[in-house]
């Protein structure tokens, strides 16, 4: 995964954990805590990968047995850090770069759910395969079969499960990039698959 995904003038570090779905669950799933922070969020019902759902999400986790949790860490290299030193520059390339690094290890994900057959993937943040997602037009998701739910969509305290399962400790921006952003998703499956583990 680390020769794909590429970050400018910095550095990839990619962090992985498996935990038992149950497990997960019972540790780090607070749905309605973080359905009160999608509830406040711009995009909240206007994007397919966001709450309100049409589908129960409990139904939906209890089909899996695993978690594998990915946590990738983007360090910003020196030319990124000089470059974004203003609020509003530090936003745009910061956006940008989670934007892009997402479309990607969607790409990956898609993949390992053809290698696994009946698992599924987690995406970090909301979907970003179009410009504008359908739904702001109360019109069907137009790629169904590639848009996937964020871990925190779908009740999951990432800030926990990126300190306490990957050893990372998220960043804020304040007036220009942070040293680092971290971007998690995760691939649900029903056996156990280790090898998935890099």
């Known amino acids: 995964m680390n020769g794909l995904i590429a970050v400018n003038d910095g550095a990839v570090e990619l962090k992985t954990s498996v935990m038992g779905m149950k497990e997960l669950i019972a540790s780090f799933r607070f749905a309605d805590r973080v359905m009160s922070y999608c509830a406040a969020c711009p995009i909240f019902g206007k994007n397919w990968s966001c709450p ?12 899996y047995d695993y978690a594998y949790i ?25 956006v940008w770069l989670m934007d892009n690094v997402n479309l990607k290890l969607l790409d990956i994900l898609h993949s390992l759910e053809v290698k696994y057959p009946g698992a599924r993937g987690a995406s970090g943040g909301s979907c970003k395969i179009c410009r504008a997602c359908a739904r702001i037009d109360s019109l069907p998701c137009r790629f169904p079969d590639k848009m996937r739910n964020s871990i925190e969509s779908l009740g999951f305290d990432v800030s926990m499960i990126t300190k306490e399962l990957l050893g990372l400790d998220l960043v804020w921006m304040k007036d220009g990039l942070p040293p680092y952003q971290v971007l998690v998703n995760a691939l649900f499956t029903s056996g156990r698959h280790d090898e998935i583990i890099f």
């Open 52 to 63: 309100p759902f049409d589908f129960d999400v409990d139904g939906l986790l209890a089909r």
């Open 70 to 94: 990915f946590g990738i860490k983007m360090i910003h290299g020196k030319q990124a850090l000089e470059a974004h030193n203003t609020p509003k520059s530090a936003l745009k390339y910061s």
